[in-house]
């Protein structure tokens, strides 16, 4: 075990241990003994949040570190990097953030949980850049004050049927309009 045991040094290790995992077994773990002989020095005992983080950005992001080591891999040129994001777990990203409006709909625990089940597995991908993020939150994140909107005023009669109803459609359509951009702009990253 290493002298360099802080909880962001060991998290900085994992998070390039995962991106790094198309490198052949032996150069990972090459790597990962260069970096935490590295950090051994560099951070030491210390115990201090912001000095460990300072010497991590030092370092650089673990995806640039990734990036570093797979350019000196000819052969891992054409396999999944750094930021290549699993095709599942875009898709299910994708699925989760679409259904998130009839599971917001259904009420009970079942449709925040999907809600922000999607929202985290949006935001810790690298399968899309921060607009797209954005975007998808925003048109995701309207859906509970869409279904808030439609019941509190079709509750208190001020809505009729068809006012009601088109409400409900838009609290669906939003989270399923999210979930084709995000997929759209996965299938532009990935041609590009």
């Known amino acids: 075990m290493t002298r360099t045991a802080h ?70 040129a054409a396999g999944p990097g750094p930021g290549d994001a699993p095709k599942s777990r875009t898709t299910g990203t994708a699925v989760l953030i679409g259904v998130s409006g009839i599971a917001v709909l259904l009420g009970s625990y079942l449709g925040p949980i999907v809600l922000i089940a999607g929202l985290i597995l949006l935001w810790t991908s690298d399968a899309w850049e921060r607009g797209a993020k954005i975007s998808a939150t925003v048109l995701t994140s309207l859906t509970p004050l869409v279904f808030l909107f439609a019941f509190v005023l079709g509750g208190a009669g001020r809505l009729g049927v068809y006012e009601l109803l088109a409400l409900l459609v838009a609290g669906i359509a939003l989270p399923v309009t999210a979930a084709i951009r995000l997929i759209r702009a996965a299938r532009r990253t990935v041609r590009a």
Do not use: K, M, N, Q
Request: glycine share 4%; hydrophobic share 45%; proline share 7%.
């Open 7 to 76: 909880p962001l040094v060991t998290d900085y290790l994992a998070t390039v241990e995962r991106e790094a995992s198309f490198l052949p077994a032996g150069r990972r773990e090459e790597l990962l003994a260069d970096l935490r002989e590295h950090l051994d020095v560099a951070v030491g005992d210390e115990r201090d949040p912001e000095a460990v983080r300072a010497a991590l950005d030092r370092l650089g992001s673990p995806a640039a570190i990734v990036a570093a080591a797979r350019a000196e891999e000819p052969e891992a």
